[in-house]
């Protein structure tokens, strides 16, 4: 398992795709936790910081796109966030792909105290953005960057709000919160059953994605807008 957390990490800090090292070993979804574990642990070992959980592959447009039909789950550090309306360095990923989604901020016992319009941007590690189940678990659920709008007290229902993506003031993708679940908040539930990791006071939670995620390249401005929570905005640099 070590030696597979450190291909992953070297193939993350250097940005150089990799074969699927992880299912051509035999690993299985729950030995591949142990490996994202091992991955995101040699970040912290670095300066990092633990900041909260991505859930993925909670849209069936996901599912779809990268052909994996399991929720899955990752680790969000400190040094993966982006300020509202900042510029993200892409230079240090291999193939960055951005999409819109609805975040949580936690208390201690994993409950929501407020809601926000969130982008995700991954980055698979392997070559040509393909894995399996197990592959992409032990590359933290393909987990690279994120930036949060502003917190909003939750609203009586969140089941299905419009979202848009833009990419310099071009709409890219039209979806829903619906496509998170069917509802956001049921990725509270799910973190609740999946996540191994015991929550903490101001913790982040990204729910899932609202459409599917589509490839950022350098300049460009990439939007989110959902439907009574308000934007978000990123420069790729």
Avoid: C
């Avoid at 399996?132 to 678990?137: F, T």
Wanted: charged share 20%; glycine share 8%; proline share 4%.
């Amino acid at each position: 398992m070590s030696s597979l957390a450190d291909r992953l990490d070297a193939a993350a800090r250097d940005a150089v795709a990799i074969p699927q090292i992880v299912s051509a070993a035999g690993v299985d979804a729950e030995g591949a936790y142990t490996v994202q574990e091992q991955v995101v642990a040699r970040r912290l070992a670095r300066g990092e910081r633990l900041v909260g959980i991505k859930l993925g592959l909670t849209s069936r447009a996901k599912m779809a796109q990268v052909g994996v039909d399991e929720v899955i789950w990752g680790r969000l550090t400190d040094a993966m966030a982006v300020a509202d309306a900042a510029t993200v360095d892409i230079s240090r990923l291999i193939h960055p792909r951005v999409e819109p989604e609805v975040a949580f901020l936690l208390d201690a016992s994993g409950d929501p105290t407020a809601v926000a319009p969130a982008l995700e941007i991954i980055d698979s590690r392997y070559a040509d953005f393909k894995f399996s189940l197990a592959d992409v678990i032990a590359d933290n659920s393909s987990a690279a960057a994120f930036a949060i709008g502003s917190w909003q007290p939750l609203p009586d229902g969140l089941d299905n709000l419009g979202v848009l993506l833009e990419v310099d003031g071009r709409v890219v993708q039209i979806g829903s919160t619906a496509a998170i679940l069917g509802d956001p908040r049921r990725a509270l539930q799910e973190a609740r059953r999946l996540v191994t990791v015991p929550a903490e006071a101001g913790w982040i939670l990204l729910a899932g994605a609202a459409s599917a995620a589509v490839p950022l390249a350098k300049g460009a401005y990439v939007r989110a807008v959902v439907e009574g929570l308000g934007t978000v905005a990123v420069r790729a640099s």
